[in-house]
T-cell receptor, first 114, second 112 residues
């Protein structure tokens, strides 16, 4: 089935550790996105990528890093520099070029810092 | 700066009622507006997308309207069912190359 797969679904991290969240899509979409969701707030954009080997910072990129070496994959690393990393992280993709903005989401990864 | 607001934050209604969820935005020069559904601990599913030139979109029991002049969109759910219980989020796109600006969502509970 076509879709977006995020892993792991739940992740616990000690302070000072880097963690990497995986996002894989088989929709052949060009654009991929990482969002952070906190209770009572709208989604906030961390990073996005419109083509392979290119990505741009979103509104809250500090403390995060990404790579886009393959069209299908857009992993997110939460570094120790992120002051408050406990959150629900959502990966999304869209068929770039349509300009409709329709997004398809993965099931999310919940990161908890102990 | 565009701001998107969804009020109320939570809503509980008996099964079978028709209901309206609200989404307000401060800048009327939007490109399009989308409604999404999110089940607890899950990702988002796109429900309806309304282009700036459109007034409404319908899908099954859902109808979304757009009034740019008043900075408002509504999501109408007819004959609500317990399975409609979820958080509903709206998001606006300001330009074809702009990213989405999100509301915080309305958590809907349909009581059997």
């Amino acid at each position: 089935d076509g879709g977006i797969t995020q892993s792991p679904k739940y992740l616990f991290r000690k302070e000072g550790q880097n963690v990497t969240l995986s996002c894989e899509q088989n929709l052949n979409h060009d654009a991929m996105y990482w969002y952070r969701q906190d209770p009572g707030q709208g989604l906030r954009l961390i990073y996005y990528s419109q083509i392979v080997n290119d990505f741009q910072k979103g509104d809250i990129a500090e403390g995060y890093s990404v790579s886009r070496e393959k069209k299908e994959s857009f992993p997110l690393t939460v570094t120790s520099a992120q002051k408050n990393p406990t959150a629900f992280y959502l990966c999304a993709s869209s068929p770039y070029g349509t300009n409709t903005g329709e997004l398809f989401f993965g099931e999310g990864s919940r990161l908890t810092v102990l | 700066k565009q701001e998107v607001t969804q009020i109320p934050a939570a809503l509980s209604v008996p099964e079978g009622e028709n209901l309206v969820l609200n989404c307000s935005f401060t800048d009327s020069a939007i490109y399009n507006l989308q409604w999404f559904r999110q089940d607890p601990g899950k990702g988002l599913t796109s429900l309806l997308l309304i282009q700036s030139s459109q007034r409404e979109q319908t899908s099954g029991r859902l109808n979304a309207s757009l009034d740019k002049s008043s900075g408002r969109s509504t999501l109408y759910i007819a004959a609500s069912q317990p399975g409609d219980s979820a958080t509903y989020l709206c998001a606006v796109k300001m330009d074809s190359n702009y990213q989405l600006i999100w509301g915080a969502g309305t958590k809907l509970i349909i009581k059997p």
